[in-house]
């Protein structure tokens, strides 16, 4: 068996980025990835402006509390003031254009309006509640690097600087498919021996949080050339095929040989738990397809929860290696244990495991990898390492299913 890092180092030595882009508008860019760097054409703030609503003035010209000072101008954001004379003060507003020659904005619970003249209650510093120009960004800054998913605050930062468009990497297109003649869909009466496909729900939600074009071909009977026959459909116009179910030793698992006859299979068992029969490889596509080559393929095991999270493991960085996001761990909590963990396994654990009141890690109670109800009730995983015993206070990785799926 392999470990996780040493296949997740054959499925990223594996992966090609894509190198089709296409322009977005910013507003519909959330979680795309951008294509090259993002470099500001402008300063921000564009010009020096008021944090407060208030008085600008110069330092200087007020002697001391109690201060009186004609009021020469008024400046609203989105108007530029005239010079500001001196001795005199300017009433402005937050956002607006600091006039010439102002160095210092006295916030209005500090003054007092006198018969168009301001009482300035304080000794202010020069400087003060003043946004400089360029404070934020200046031009020329990399405000977001090639590779960068975009999130809601990226695509502000992207507005701030006026890009209305962006050039972000072309969406992954993966097909998804399921094998098992005992799997029926919901809707469907349940027949003896059925059970109804709850993969299919879940990894095609997956796939959309993580931004892919979804073909999804359904159910593929239990047999091999059947199998073969859905993996050449599937290779054609797809960056990546997913599967579930059909990668165990079984006589009625046919995906090994049928990826084996149409590609090639590289991997075959990951030492984790849940999620050991993990399959990986690639199938070829028809030879009259533009650009030929090969799709990725990834046989996820049928049970549910293995399923889950083997996708977080090991399809998630596929599909963001695809788009070029360079590959780094999900940030882990050291959190406490409120629970006794006395019989590890010899592989990689993941726990399902959610907070307590207390700030402490409770487990679901049946870690089988076919109870679905456990990554419902869980927050995230604990990443336990092979072998490791675990004891009420003991500090154990607790990684979110947000950090997997943001």
């Not at 761990?329 to 244990?337: C, D, I, N, S, W």
């Amino acid at each position: 068996m392999l470990s996780l890092p040493q296949a997740l180092e054959r499925l990223l030595a594996a992966t090609t980025a894509l190198t089709e882009t296409e322009p977005v508008d910013s507003a519909d860019a959330l979680g795309r990835v951008l294509a090259a760097d993002l470099l500001s054409a402008l300063d921000v703030p564009p010009h020096d402006n008021s944090s407060m609503d208030g008085y600008a003035l110069r330092a200087a010209d007020v002697a001391g509390p109690g201060t009186v000072l004609p009021v020469s101008q008024r400046v609203a954001a989105g108007q530029v003031g005239t010079v500001l004379a001196q001795g005199s003060a300017a009433r402005i507003f937050t956002g607006a254009p600091v006039p010439q020659g102002a160095d210092a904005i006295v916030m209005q619970e500090q003054c007092e309006a006198v018969d168009g003249s301001v009482c300035v209650n304080v000794q202010p510093a020069p400087g003060q509640w003043i946004r400089r120009l360029g404070e934020d960004v200046r031009i020329g800054d990399v405000l977001l690097a090639r590779g960068t998913r975009l999130t809601p605050q990226a695509l502000g930062l992207a507005a701030s600087v006026g890009m209305a468009r962006l050039a972000v990497v072309r969406r992954p297109r993966v097909a998804l498919f399921s094998t098992g003649d005992e799997l029926a869909m919901p809707g469907e009466p349940l027949k003896p021996g059925a059970i109804y496909n709850s993969n299919r729900y879940t990894l095609r939600a997956l796939l959309t949080a993580l931004d892919c074009e979804v073909t999804d071909l359904g159910i593929v009977p239990d047999r091999l050339d059947a199998t073969r026959a859905a993996l050449r459909q599937a290779a054609q116009g797809h960056d990546l095929i997913l599967t579930s179910g059909g990668v165990s030793v079984g006589e009625e698992d046919h995906l090994k040989p049928a990826v084996q006859a149409e590609g090639r299979l590289e991997l075959w068992q990951v030492a984790i738990k849940p999620g050991k029969p993990l399959a990986f490889g690639a199938v070829r596509r028809g030879a009259a397809e533009a650009g030929a080559g090969s799709a990725l393929f990834i046989g996820l095991p049928g049970n549910p929860v293995s399923s889950f999270v083997t996708f977080l493991l090991a399809v998630r960085p596929v599909l963001l290696a695809l788009q070029g996001v360079p590959h780094t761990e999900p940030k882990g909590l050291l959190l406490r244990a409120d629970f006794d963990w006395p019989k590890p396994d010899v592989r990689r654990e993941f726990l399902r495991a959610r907070r307590n009141v207390d700030g402490g890690l409770e487990v679901f109670a049946n870690q089988s990898s076919g109870v679905l109800t456990s990554v419902v009730w869980a927050e995230g995983l604990i990443d336990n390492p092979p072998g490791r015993t675990i004891a009420r206070g003991d500090a154990v990785r607790f990684v979110p299913f947000s950090e997997w799926l943001a």
